[in-house]
């Protein structure tokens, strides 16, 4: 956990002046910091040996304030999204938008996350991007240069001061600071694009609707707005697919996750998209995340818990499990098609999956009740997104305690 | 106090740009429907409609009440009371024992 968190912009003006062994800029690299407060207050708690006999000293290990970066690839619109509610719920607190600020800012912020909206890194804004005929999901459209030196920066410590998009408007606004949080979720449709930015990525997703479930979703939507018709939301997903498919379709292959969302094998012809099936892609070997999987890993599985013991209601539930290859990568697979109408039948499904990371026996239901009234609630989106919001939950735990064992050692000897 | 408005879809004006979005895509991809000009106009629909629907999840989830008591929870419209705090006001009215007091209990108890 962080022993002290210190960030800054620019300059510090605190009550504290800091002294460095080496001189680097601000210190945020050393691998200590030492802080001298003027006050005659005792300094922190600290990795072991942080307050000496002196009247003030905290020690910080600059380790600790490095954030960790999730990155997420959604065409959905923005930290508003259902997966990033159920991932700040994972880790308590709701998430809303910095108080005080701009109404349409798109950023989240919750006690250890902040959601950041890539849209905000748009180099042209509406107007702009009609006059050079290009659409968002155009690199050219996007500053990636800022996007990558501002979350360097807040991993690394430092606060920014991040443009916003504003969607109503559709203009710039002026830029709201962010403060390096715990976890720094970017959200977007170019997360991965970049490969400096991909690099700074602890962890990424990439959530991958298809187009007859973007297209019964979209319908839902968008059939009660005036002006909209059948065919043009079917125009509209039609039109941007090109560029879609070019630019944000590829960032699939890097993510350590995908969430694959298709229309169900289990009613014939079902154009609804309310029953739905959906695939946890998992790519094997990524450091602090070990894949979910049903019996035994590695292995191959069919699973239909309905039966003796479980009795569902139609079209039931299917699961399936097995490795697999996705783009080149070695990946394992959860599959779950159908869906789940009452709480039994979900506590069932959670007590035979493994490696979920949860904390305690019936915490994935829990969280799945607690947002009862979020669209996905009952089938495998939901499922899948809070047991990543559980995995992420798990790798950075193991990432700060693996930061705080080294600077540990050192402050012992 | 708060103003109570009309729930409605969207903001007008959010609706309005929507369907004057889908105006001007007609313009723009009258001449080539491949065109830059008309995929960035269908772009543009698609993103106000997010926006549209964004603002009609925001309007839904505006509860004047809810948010009032989540600032203020001490004020007389927020208090909430478990059952107990109910029996102990009760159980004192009874102390003083009238008549009229046994019938308030029983109400009391009944919900």
């Known amino acids: ?413 | 106090m708060q103003v109570m408005k009309p729930v409605r879809a969207a903001p007008d004006s959010i609706s309005e740009k929507v369907e004057k979005s889908v105006k001007e895509v007609q313009e723009a991809c009258s001449d080539d429907p491949v065109s830059g000009e008309c995929v960035a106009a269908w772009d543009e629909v698609k993103e106000l409609s997010a926006a549209a629907s964004h603002a009609r999840d925001k309007k839904k989830d505006n509860d004047p009440l809810e948010n009032y008591c989540k600032d203020n929870p001490k004020t007389d419209e927020c208090r909430t009371y478990d059952n107990g705090s109910i029996i102990y006001i009760m159980t004192s009215f009874f102390v003083f024992g009238d008549e009229k007091f046994g019938v308030v209990l029983k109400l009391f108890l009944s919900c």
């Open chain 1, 1 to 413: 956990m962080a022993v002290c968190s210190a960030y800054t912009t620019q300059s510090l003006n605190s009550t504290c002046s800091i002294s460095t062994p080496a001189k680097t800029h601000l210190g945020f690299h050393q691998k200590q910091v030492v802080f001298y407060r003027r006050s005659s207050k005792r300094g922190g708690s600290g990795s072991g040996s942080g307050s000496s006999s002196g009247p003030c000293v905290i020690t910080c290990s600059a380790g600790d304030s490095q954030t960790v970066v999730i990155g997420l690839a959604a065409d959905s619109g923005c930290g508003k999204s259902t997966f990033m509610r159920r991932l700040t719920s994972v880790f308590g607190g709701a998430a809303e938008p910095p108080k005080g600020g701009n109404p349409d800012s798109n950023t989240l912020i919750s006690d250890m996350t902040t959601v950041i909206c890539l849209d905000d890194y748009h180099s042209l804004d509406r107007t702009g991007r009609k006059e050079k005929g290009v659409t968002a999901l155009d690199p050219r459209a996007n500053d990636f240069d800022l996007m990558y030196e501002q979350v360097k920066a807040i991993k690394s410590g430092v606060a920014v001061d991040k443009p916003i998009y504003n969607h109503v408007t559709g203009l710039l606004d002026p830029p709201e600071l962010i403060k390096p949080p715990k976890i720094l979720v970017i959200e977007g449709l170019h997360p991965m694009f970049d490969e400096r930015v991909r690099d700074l990525l602890d962890f990424s997703i990439y959530l991958d609707i298809s187009n007859e479930v973007k297209f019964a979703w979209k319908i839902q939507r968008d059939m009660a707005e005036r002006g909209h018709s059948l065919e043009s939301i079917k125009a509209s997903i039609e039109a941007r697919k090109p560029d879609f498919d070019a630019y944000i379709d590829p960032q699939k292959k890097y993510a350590d996750a995908v969430i694959e969302v298709l229309p169900t094998e289990l009613i014939p012809d079902d154009n609804e998209g309310k029953v739905l099936r959906v695939r946890l892609i998992m790519k094997e070997g990524v450091k602090h995340f070990s894949p979910v999987y049903l019996f035994d890993e590695g292995s191959t599985i069919s699973w239909i818990p309905c039966g003796r013991k479980l009795t569902c209601s139609y079209p039931g539930i299917k699961f399936h499990y097995g490795p697999d290859t996705y783009f080149g990568n070695e990946v394992s697979i959860l599959e779950m098609d159908g869906q789940f109408d009452r709480l039994d039948e979900l506590i069932y499904v959670e007590s035979h999956l493994s490696n979920i990371s949860t904390k305690f026996y019936g915490e994935v239901t829990q969280q799945m009740l607690k947002h009862a009234d979020f669209p996905g609630s009952n089938n495998g989106t939901g499922l899948f997104q809070t047991i990543v919001g559980l995995k992420i939950r798990d790798l950075y735990e193991q990432i700060t305690s693996s930061k705080t064992a080294a600077p540990l050692e050192a402050t012992k000897a």
